[in-house]
C-alpha cells in the first residue's frame, strides 16, 4: 500500500523566510500528487497538483513544488513566506492508475509564521 | 471546484449512542469519499461512495459500524455507531472531480466528540 510521510511536523519562520517542505512517498507505479493548505477555521484546500509533465508545478498564492521521481519527493517551497501562509499542509498521493479515487494522505505540517 | 457542506459541523455525543453526518454538494457527483481525522493524526479514508452501489470500505472500518448511505448524485450520510470516546474525531467529506477521481474537494468537516 502507498503511504506518504511529511518530515516536519510543526515549522515556525518569520516572515520573509524562504520555507521548504519536505514530502515523501512510498508507491513503484505512477502517481498523482498533491498538497492541501487547511487555514485556520477553514476547509481542507487544494494547493497544487502534479499528474504529469513538468515536475515543477506553480500552484496559488506563490507556492510550488518538484516531483523529483528518483527520490520519491514532492516537496513544497515559497521563497517569501507571509503571516497569513499560516495553517496547516498535507501532502497526498494516488495511484494514477487507480479509477478508485483513493488518496493517501501525510500527517500534516503545521506552518506558524510570525510576522 | 464543487461547493460541499457537512451538518452538523460539531457534535458532543454519549458513548453508545450513534450520529448522523451529512453531506451535500452543489453538483451532480459520481464518487464521494469519507474521511476521519483523529487528533494529530493524517485523514484516513473510510469509505467510498459510488451512487447506486454499495459503499467501498477501507480496511479496519466496517459497515455495521460506519454505514453509508448515498441515495443520489448530490448527498450522502455516514453514520458513526454504538460511539466510543476513541471515535472523537473529525470526520469530512470530499467529491472527485477529474477522471480517476484522484483531484478531491472537501467539505469543511464535522468535530465529534464522545463522551
Known amino acids: 500500500a502507498q503511504s506518504v510521510s511529511q518530515h516536519n511536523h510543526h515549522v515556525i519562520l518569520s516572515e520573509a523566510a524562504s520555507l521548504e517542505l519536505g514530502c515523501n512517498y512510498s508507491y513503484g507505479g505512477t502517481v498523482n500528487l498533491f498538497w492541501y493548505v487547511q487555514y485556520p477555521g477553514q476547509h481542507l484546500q487544494l494547493l497544487l497538483k502534479y499528474f504529469s509533465g513538468d515536475p515543477l508545478v506553480k500552484g496559488i498564492k506563490g507556492f510550488e513544488a518538484e516531483f523529483i521521481k528518483s527520490k520519491f519527493s514532492f516537496n513544497l517551497r515559497k521563497p517569501s513566506v507571509q503571516w497569513s501562509d499560516t495553517a496547516e499542509y498535507f501532502c497526498a498521493a494516488a495511484d494514477r492508475g487507480s479509477t478508485l479515487g483513493r488518496l493517501y494522505f501525510g500527517r500534516g505540517t503545521q506552518l506558524t509564521v510570525w510576522p | 471546484s464543487a461547493v460541499i457542506s457537512q451538518k452538523p459541523s460539531r457534535d458532543i455525543c454519549q458513548r453508545g449512542t450513534s450520529l448522523t453526518i451529512q453531506c451535500q454538494v452543489d453538483s451532480q457527483v459520481t464518487m464521494m469519499f469519507w474521511y476521519r481525522q483523529q487528533p494529530g493524526q493524517s485523514l484516513t479514508l473510510i469509505a467510498t461512495a459510488n451512487q447506486g452501489s454499495e459503499a467501498t470500505y477501507e480496511s479496519g472500518f466496517v459497515i455495521d459500524k460506519f454505514p453509508i448511505s448515498r441515495p443520489n448524485l448530490t448527498f450522502s450520510t455516514l453514520t458513526v455507531s454504538n460511539m466510543s470516546p476513541e471515535d472523537s474525531s473529525i470526520y469530512l467529506c470530499?467529491?472527485?472531480?477529474?477522471?480517476?477521481?484522484?483531484?478531491?474537494?472537501f467539505g469543511p468537516g464535522t468535530r465529534l466528540t464522545v463522551l
Open positions: 470530499s467529491v472527485g472531480r477529474s477522471a480517476n477521481y484522484n483531484e478531491q474537494f
